[in-house]
């Protein structure tokens, strides 16, 4: 069992669709991560929050909006996306962003399929 | 510039056999290094860490990694293969003290064969 939560599990949209994917941890982790992976490659960051702000945004397109309501929850929010944003999104914790050697744990993640 | 390199994107043993899959990184300065495994349709676990303790780390499920400074190197052994060790295996390395990201390898399939 993980200590990341993540859900749903699956999703199927359109792209015209809005949707949110929902990730939380009760680790007392301050730092939260999005990755999104495809398949048979590693995961690539697309946000970072620490203490609740972002620290970090990886280029992404506007079409993905992250928010982070309280130290236990993200939240990574979805519009009009195209088909090449399929793929397995992960969202991973760690105690702190400001120390290196603190390890990220990681949910299940959430499979997305555009259509 | 830094990175991080898995030789072989596709490592098969027998069921039994020893498990030896290769991560190196390129720095100058010794980075904090980690082991993750995915199995299908699941997220990373971690495996080990090394924070600059004892060089040799072990971890969960009887796998073990040893720091090489010298080789810039910290491989992942487990000295008998089970059918349950198939999966995708990934190093990862944070090379400063923090606020940067986890830089992963490309990954290593471990396929056990019966």
């Known amino acids: 069992d993980t200590e990341v939560t993540q859900t749903p599990k699956h999703l199927v949209m359109g792209m015209t669709n809005k949707k949110s994917l929902k990730c939380e941890q009760h680790?007392?982790?301050?730092?939260m991560y999005w990755y999104k992976q495809k398949a048979k490659k590693p995961p690539e960051l697309m946000f970072v929050y620490s203490y609740e702000k972002l620290s970090i945004n990886e280029s992404v397109p506007s079409r993905f909006s992250p928010e982070c309501p309280n130290s236990s929850l993200l939240n990574l929010h979805l519009h009009a996306l195209q088909p090449e944003d399929s793929a397995l999104y992960l969202c991973a914790s760690s105690q702190d962003w400001d120390r290196g050697n603190q390890p990220q744990h990681f949910g299940d993640g959430t499979r997305l399929s555009i259509l | 510039a830094q990175s991080v390199t898995q030789l072989g994107s596709h490592v098969s043993v027998s069921e039994g056999a020893l498990v030896l899959l290769r991560c190196n990184y390129s720095?100058?300065?010794?980075?904090?290094l980690f082991w993750y495994v995915q199995y299908p349709n699941q997220g990373l676990q971690l495996l080990l860490k090394?924070?600059?303790?004892?060089?040799l780390v072990k971890g969960i499920n009887g796998f073990e990694a040893e720091f090489k400074k010298s080789e810039t190197s910290f491989h992942l052994t487990k000295p008998s293969a089970h059918m349950s060790d198939a999966a995708e295996y990934f190093c990862a390395v944070i090379f400063t003290s923090g606020n940067t990201p986890l830089v992963f390898g490309k990954g290593t399939r471990l396929s056990v064969i019966a």
């Open positions: 720095s100058s300065v010794p980075p904090y």
């Open positions: 090394y924070t600059s303790a004892a060089t």
């Open positions: 680790m007392g982790h301050r730092a």
